[in-house]
């Protein structure tokens, strides 16, 4: 068989030698697995990058906090459940960023360590994919309720809008019981507690809320996310509540499918 004349076979290799920078450069997109160090630690977190992914513009952020079942440090389980769930259904309902750090065992995201590294790695996200530090929003289930909120409370410059789902301010007895640790980072709930939430209210200011909780919730009961709403209604604050009747503690399979909630975080700028 006759060899190629050299012409031709120029015209072939150049193509695949100019066309491979242009696939060392893609920008993976998806979920990808990322590290943050904190304090000489190192903790694996993931973050959602949108398919159409372009540095062309900003993006905004969503900061999501997993519940007490994903804790570890494989950097994986708090994609299994919630917002990352919702995700994987059908992404393009998704044109955020979305950074999903996970709580070390037998803590809390109130914890100190743990909130700086969740804010770490927020950071590191927000920085490292072009995001938009006038849109950044914090969403959590369960634990990660609790976590939102303490976040909000105590960042409230730094959030666009939140969502805490099934979350509170208060640990409710049955689960002071199953996590004694917890019995010195959150003090029961005093006899009168209208000052505490009303405290809590003064800090969130008109940051806006969406609030989700399953009205029959026997692990996180539902009162605590009522009077949330009640003192952020009456302190004159931007807040929204959604009750599902006939629902349990998980409530974040409904909220995370919420047709209206990633168009209602989107509409909110700092």
């Given at each position: 068989m006759n060899s190629p004349p050299p012409i031709v076979l120029c015209s072939l290799i150049i193509p695949l030698i100019l066309g491979s920078p242009a696939r060392a450069?893609?920008?993976?997109t998806g979920f990808l697995d990322r590290k943050v160090s904190v304090q000489a630690s190192d903790y694996r977190y993931q973050i959602f990058v949108p398919d159409n992914w372009s540095r062309k513009k900003k993006w905004p952020v969503v900061l999501f906090l997993h519940g007490s079942g994903e804790r570890g440090s494989d950097g994986l389980l708090q994609t299994d459940v919630g917002l990352p769930a919702a995700i994987r259904r059908d992404r393009t309902r998704f044109p955020v960023l979305v950074v999903m750090p996970q709580c070390s065992g037998n803590r809390w995201w109130t914890d100190p360590l743990m909130e700086e590294m969740a804010l770490a790695a927020l950071t590191a996200a927000t920085q490292?994919?072009?995001?938009?530090?006038?849109?950044?929003?914090?969403?959590g289930l369960s634990m990660g309720g609790y976590g939102t909120l303490d976040?909000?409370?105590k960042y409230p410059a730094r959030f666009a809008a939140i969502a805490p789902v099934c979350g509170g301010l208060f640990l409710p007895a049955q689960l002071r019981k199953d996590h004694p640790e917890l019995s010195g980072e959150f003090p029961e709930e005093p006899a009168n507690p209208a000052k505490?939430?009303?405290?809590f209210a003064a800090k969130i200011g008109k940051?806006?809320?969406?609030?989700?909780?399953?009205?029959?919730?026997d692990t996180v009961p539902v009162e605590g996310s009522r009077k949330i709403y009640s003192a952020l209604k009456a302190a004159g604050g931007n807040v929204r509540f959604t009750e599902y009747p006939g629902v349990g503690h998980n409530s974040w399979?409904?909220?995370?499918?919420?047709?209206e909630l990633m168009n209602w975080l989107l509409s909110k700028t700092l």
């Open positions: 450069t893609q920008q993976e490292e994919f072009h995001g938009d530090s006038k849109r950044i929003y914090v969403t976040l909000a409370a505490a939430y009303a405290d940051q806006p809320v969406w609030i989700f909780h399953g009205a029959d919730d399979d409904k909220a995370y499918l919420e047709p």
